[in-house]
Nanobody, 122 residues
Framework: VQLQASGGGLVQAGGSLRLSCAVSGKIFSRYGIAWFRQAPGTEREFVAGVAWTSNTLYADSVKGRFTISRDNAKKTIYLQMNTLKSGDTAVYYC?????????????????WGQGTPVTVSS
């Protein structure tokens, strides 16, 4: 399984970005996919995840601002980020796990993309 994240960039506070994660693999629909982020000097933290059932899970810090979705036909996961804050600045990584469910810990994910940087200017 390979994951390719894209869509990061520089945006002003209050603005929006949409990240994409393209996933290779024959049984994409069975994967649970999540976004994590890592700011300099911090640990990688969970942002949002979508299970194979399309059930979603969000970190409290992004609830109401971020929306995760999946397009099984395109084998792609999206993270729509609205009302961005300076605290959202980080490198964003998508991750996948077999089994279909999603969890908020990195230890459950065996496949990782290369990361896409997001910078929010205040």
């Amino acid at each position: 399984v390979q994951l390719q994240a894209s869509g990061g960039g520089l945006v002003q506070a209050g603005g929006s970005l949409r990240l994409s994660c393209a996933v290779s693999g024959k049984i994409f629909s069975r994967y649970g996919i999540a976004w994590f982020r890592q700011a300099p000097g911090t640990e990688r933290e969970f942002v949002a995840g979508v299970a194979w059932t399309s059930n979603t899970l969000y970190a409290d810090s992004v609830k109401g601002r971020f929306t995760i979705s999946r397009d099984n036909a395109k084998k792609t996961i999206y993270l729509q980020m609205n009302t961005l804050k300076s605290g959202d600045t980080a490198v964003y990584y998508c991750a996948a796990r077999m089994g279909g469910d999603v969890y908020a810990s990195t230890k459950y994910y065996g496949y990782w993309g290369q990361g896409t940087p997001v910078t929010v200017s205040s």
